[in-house]
């Protein structure tokens, strides 16, 4: 039976991480993700799990403890943040290419320079083509969830891929909210035993990882995680379904809010859909028809589903908490390619925001759908793509 706690976004991390009880956790802490380690380490030394924890030197570290300790059969876990990230960056493509199945926490943080240690999305979406999954997490509540559904999906037969759960840096790592924990059994049953494919350490039947590969098999190997992170869709969703059935929860690769009628609406990752959807709450009591379409599944890009999730939509706003610099955010590229495909399509504009960790309000979240109703009106879509919150001088 759920428990009710009061905890940070790092505790429950950590909290998951005790529950779940992995082979091997690799550490190399960096804000806003260091207190995962720090309680973690507690409950290692406290002996409540039996978990070999490898304290490293470097971010690259951690992530080749974490490969080769996959690689070797241990069920694996690790966590960091922007600058970590982008230290492990030459890795995440070996651990999604030896279809290893590393349970990663990234707690968001914006990447230098200038020197920043809050929240947006430059270091998850400059490794959005490493071949992880990616999860995004509204809340400390649903950054649980997804760590527990995490360690289920990457080793299920036919994905065998890492996956990245996403957690807004101090919005939802610092920030002390009420949530419903899981008994330790309950989590560690859904979870289950954790049973390895094709182990290094199974020396009667001896593999390779790592071989050289050049032109004649390189790209029928790069096929192969394409396969499987496009066919992991499926099985993220049985995951999820198994959870509902198990905990009563209910999840899917995106989450629609007030979308049944909505004439207007917001895309949004992690934290930021929650405001957009008290802002919905605040329209809708004037009569506006908005919704909040929230992302939750970003890799596999659930292109299918947000296409029908907008078919009746006049118009939308695409939030990025990061950009691709030179072109518009990354996850307004990838939907309004999407959309290329629908049958109706719907004005698209691109909104980059909260970088650095600079908030985005309720006023401007309203201005934005205000901005959508106007386009409405005047039969035309509004600029393509947008700053919101930038000082004109400083």
């Known amino acids: 039976m759920a428990k009710r706690e009061s905890m940070t976004g790092n505790q429950v991390v950590a909290e998951c991480m005790r529950q779940i009880n992995p082979d091997v956790v690799a550490a190399y802490p960096i804000t806003p993700s260091t207190e995962v380690m720090q309680i973690f380490a507690q409950s290692v030394a406290d002996g409540l799990v039996d978990t070999e924890l490898v304290t490293v030197e470097s971010e690259h570290s951690a992530m080749s403890a974490c490969i080769g300790a996959s690689a070797a059969g241990g069920r694996v876990m ?56 990616q999860l995004y997490s509204e809340n400390a509540q649903e950054a649980y969830h997804n760590i527990i559904q995490a360690a289920k999906i990457c080793n299920r037969e ?6 990245m759960v996403c957690v807004d840096g101090f919005i939802i790592s610092h920030s002390i909210e009420s949530v419903e924990m899981l008994e330790d059994d309950e989590v560690q049953r859904f979870v289950g035993e954790f049973k ?69 609406a917001i895309v949004a990752l ?19 028809k908005a919704g909040v379409l929230k992302i939750r599944v970003f890799r596999p890009f659930p292109a299918d589903e947000i296409r029908e999730a907008l078919k009746n939509v006049k118009a939308v706003a695409v939030l990025d908490r990061s950009s691709s610099y ?22 698209i ?44 001088k400083v």
């Open 196 to 264: 390895p494919r094709k182990p290094l350490l199974d020396v009667d039947n001896p593999v390779t990882y790592g071989a050289l590969d050049l032109q004649d098999y390189y790209m029928e190997h790069k096929k192969q995680v394409d396969d499987a992170i496009q066919s992991s869709k499926s099985e993220i969703l049985k995951v999820a379904e198994e959870f509902k059935k198990e905990f009563g929860y209910e999840y899917g690769l995106i989450d629609s809010y007030m979308m049944e009628d909505a004439e207007v």
């Open 326 to 347: 030179g072109t518009a955010g990354p996850l307004f590229l990838d939907i309004r390619s999407a959309m290329y495909e629908a049958d109706s399509k719907p004005f």
């Open 158 to 163: 036919g994905v065998w891929l890492p996956v």
């Open 78 to 133: 690790t966590a960091t943040s922007a600058c970590g990230l982008a230290l492990m960056w030459e890795l995440l493509p070996v651990a999604s290419a030896l279809r290893l199945p590393i349970v990663m926490t990234v707690v968001n943080r914006a990447l230098s320079a200038p020197i920043n240690i809050h929240c947006d999305h430059s270091d998850s979406m400059g490794c959005r083509d490493a071949g992880w999954i």
């Open 349 to 392: 504009t691109n909104y980059i925001y909260g970088l650095g960790g600079r908030d985005i309000g309720i006023d401007e979240l309203r201005s934005i759908y205000e901005g959508l109703i106007s386009s409405i009106k005047e039969g035309k879509p509004a600029r393509t793509y947008n700053w919101i919150g930038v000082r004109e």
């Open 270 to 288: 992690n934290s930021t859909a929650g405001t957009s959807k008290y802002v919905v709450n605040m329209l809708r009591q004037e009569g506006i």
